[in-house]
């Protein structure tokens, strides 16, 4: 599994001729480390007595990154195998109208999922960057940087994902799956940007 690999090992894997592990892995990857940072600004303000009054909501924040963290651990695995489907469904056989038939069933349907799978990491991202900013108001200052990082690797793990459900998005033969996605996409990078704002300016304030 990638997630087992060294950091060595992965990023030979990436850079490597083989379309998979790709830029999907590659989000799921980037939101984990923003997540994981999260965690450890919450860690270093709990271990401060400075910082006491805030302890039980940084507890709480930890463990909602926790959460997100685990499945976007699982993301980069996830992502790669849905892939390979797609993969493995454009090599199906077309030799009779049947088959031709189902092939493209196939395809179409590997393609939603794959489609699916890296619109989740965004989501699962977006989530990251919200606790990033929460923990950036209230953490232990020292680590303002730390959490302000957390929140770009969000955003960029968010964005990275969505490059991958539009690219799948164009191969889509359904129009209403297309269009609900495409407007569930519009929606959550509207957020984003509100998001963002507001951290930048918070990071401004204390770093």
Request: glycine share 6%; proline share 1%; charged share 25%.
């Amino acid at each position: 599994m990638l997630i087992d690999k060294s950091i060595t090992d992965f990023l030979a894997e990436l850079k490597s001729d083989s379309p998979a592990p790709g830029g999907g892995s590659a989000a799921a990857l980037a939101g984990a480390i923003g997540a994981a940072l999260g965690i450890m600004v919450g860690n270093l303000t709990v271990g401060s007595k400075k910082y006491e009054v805030v302890h039980e909501q940084c507890k709480r924040l930890s463990l909602d990154f926790e959460e997100r963290l685990t499945a976007l651990e699982k993301y980069i695995d996830e992502d790669t195998k849905a892939f390979n489907q797609v993969m493995k469904a454009y090599k199906l056989s077309k030799n009779t109208e049947e088959e031709k038939q189902m092939r493209t069933k196939v395809i179409q349907e590997s393609l939603k999922a794959a489609s699916a799978l890296p619109f989740t990491v965004a989501e699962t991202c977006l989530d990251v960057l919200e606790l990033a900013g929460k923990i950036l108001s209230i953490g232990n200052i020292n680590a303002a940087s730390d959490a302000a990082v957390a929140g770009r690797m969000a955003e960029a793990a968010m964005w990275s994902a969505i490059y991958n459900v539009r690219i799948n998005l164009g191969s889509i033969k359904d129009d209403d799956f297309v269009a609900e996605m495409a407007s569930r996409v519009e929606t959550m990078v509207a957020r984003s940007e509100v998001l963002m704002d507001q951290l930048v300016k918070t990071a401004n304030e204390k770093i």
